[in-house]
């Protein structure tokens, strides 16, 4: 598989913020590829600097191996974490308009009826509810056909059954072998959407793989959650001593990854049987033990 | 191409639903125009005006009557001019005068001369009276281009640039130069359509005849108001701030508002305040226009004018251009 996307010791600077701290990234042609970290780290500013709207302080982005030309305007479609369009104008307006800006667009009838606009087709853009103006947003970016899509937090404030229908358009999306980047706080997003999976905190790049991969990498079989109110201090510390085990707290919960059952059978006898779960680590766990912040932050 | 007739279509199509825009830019400059001509609406001054041209040493007769204006002329085609258009009801030098053989007053005036020097030799001078109005409306015309050209593209950009619609758009193939002139043209027909109604309005209410050619008039205010528009984007070219942008505005269009002489003629004041006048696009707008309707000026004469308005647009979109920022 050909590499579409890579940058290497990629660093950003604000005035106060380094954002990208010395970053090296690959992004495989047909890869979804999802961007996970705490408000801060940095997704927004690597996915604007991917898409050659900012320029890095160092370090170069390269498209098919070659440096950025106008070109790869033609061929990228972008949805920002936030955007405004131009007033007064409606669905259908706008698209038309974006449409003109491309050497080759699809036809607005089909971006229409794929992202369920038709609806609203000749609303004004500012009367559309959040989802439509997601959806607006989204048929927008895919206004040219691009090769590769820029997502930023595209199903944040939508409610659950307007993103499932957004997951079910980026699944078909996907299916036309487009190369997907997109960044998400939702973890179930991430792990459904995305072929990989990249964690970020303050700049640097924590871990990138399946998410499933990276899951069995970074955590014994099994996770015990326990709510700190169960526990007092004496026994914290004596499970802290235990053999075996992985400790970690948060603010309301003890974490205890094990790998077999009699590891944890001294500490099941202590608590109270209540509020206590035994689960499966998930990509919530890893975020949390990454990046040491809940995952909605 | 495609692209620029897209989002000039996308801007009118904007404009022509901002419904406020459109009644607010065709109101105001008929109702400025029908206010001021009732408040003006006598037009004749209750003195006499008499223009003296060159030393009055022998004229000092003339000069000592009673209840008559005296302005001094040191150019005497200007103050020819004057008489022509009934500004000044005679003009006397040391050896002759001069009066308009139309004017009611300028019979009475003569009289008075006579009276005081027999011997001053008679020239006529012949020419329409400019009534007020018909000096006022090109004027205020120009004055409506100048603000709508300026405000008009200068905040939608400011705050197309703060909102991030700039952003969306540099992420698409769309030049800089293609947006800019994107806004440019479509601002331009709207202009000019707005001027030619009211145009059309303000001449048939009071009767207003165009003495030159229809089309040169419509060449200086396409050109004028390209000049202001090239302005107004040259200052919003790379401002988030609504502020910022609103003080230059404003830094430029008072001093246009009242040296270009839209409400008086700025003869006789001093010598930098015409060179300051001499610099503003209005200037030349205004000046070219009056020439064209009150004169019938041909393209000859309005020349220097509008080659002034070419290198405004020239200089200020190139500056706009080279120094835009669509963040
Ligand atoms: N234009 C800017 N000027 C100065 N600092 C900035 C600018 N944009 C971002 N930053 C800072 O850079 C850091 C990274 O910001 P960025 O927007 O990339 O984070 P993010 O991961 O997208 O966060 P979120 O999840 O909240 O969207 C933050 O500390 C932010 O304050
Ligand atoms: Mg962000």
Known sequence: ?297 | MKALLALIQARNLEFSRDKSAIGWSLLFPIIILIALALVFDDDSPSLYRVGVYGPSTSIEAVLSLKHIDIIHYDDLSDAQYKVARHHIDGLVSAEQYWINPTSARGYIVEQLILAQAPSLQKTEISGEAVRHVEWLLPGIIGMNMMFSGLYGVGYVIVRYRRTGVLKRFQVTPLSAWQFLSSQLLSRLLVILATAVIVFVVICTLFTIEIKGSAWLLLLNMTLGTAAMISIGLMVASRTRSDEWCNGVLNLLSWPMMFLSGIWFSLEGSKDWVRLIADMLPLTHLNDANRAVIIDGAGIVAIGDHLLFLVAIITVSLSLASYRFKWQ
């Open chain 1, 1 to 297: 598989m050909s590499v579409i996307l890579s940058v290497e010791k990629l660093s950003h600077q604000y005035k106060q913020t380094t954002a990208i701290n010395n970053v090296d990234l690959t992004i495989t042609a047909g890869e979804c590829i999802g961007f996970l970290g705490p408000n801060g780290a940095g997704k927004s500013t690597l996915l604007e600097i991917l898409e050659g709207v900012k320029t890095p302080t160092s370090g170069k982005v390269l498209f098919q191996g070659r440096q950025l030309t106008k070109h790869y305007k033609q061929q990228i479609g972008i949805q920002f974490q936030s955007t405004s369009l131009p007033d007064f104008l409606t669905v259908k307006d706008t698209l038309l308009l974006f449409a003109s800006f491309y050497h080759t667009a699809l036809p607005i009838a089909t971006l229409i009826e794929m992202c369920q606009l038709s609806e609203v087709e000749n609303q004004t853009h500012y009367t559309l509810s959040g989802g439509q103006r997601q959806r607006l947003l989204l048929a927008l970016s895919l206004v040219n056909d691009p090769e590769i899509l820029f997502l930023d937090e595209p199903t944040t404030g939508l409610d659950p059954q307007a993103r499932a229908h957004f997951w079910q358009l980026v699944e078909q999306i996907k299916a036309q072998g487009k190369t997907i980047i997109i960044t998400t706080h939702y973890m179930e997003e991430a792990q459904k959407l995305c072929d990989t999976v990249v964690i970020m905190d303050r700049g640097k790049i924590l871990c990138r793989g399946a998410a499933a991969q990276l899951i069995s990498e970074h955590f014994h079989q099994h996770i015990l959650s326990i709510p700190m109110e169960l526990l007092s201090t004496p026994m914290l510390a004596s499970i802290n001593a235990m053999a075996n085990l992985h400790v970690k707290q948060s603010a309301t919960h003890c974490l205890i990854e094990y790998n077999h059952m009699e590891d944890i059978v001294a500490i099941l006898r202590e608590v109270e049987n209540r509020g206590i779960t035994m689960r499966q680590p998930h990509l919530e766990d890893l975020f949390m033990k990454l990046t040491g912040s809940e995952l909605r932050a």
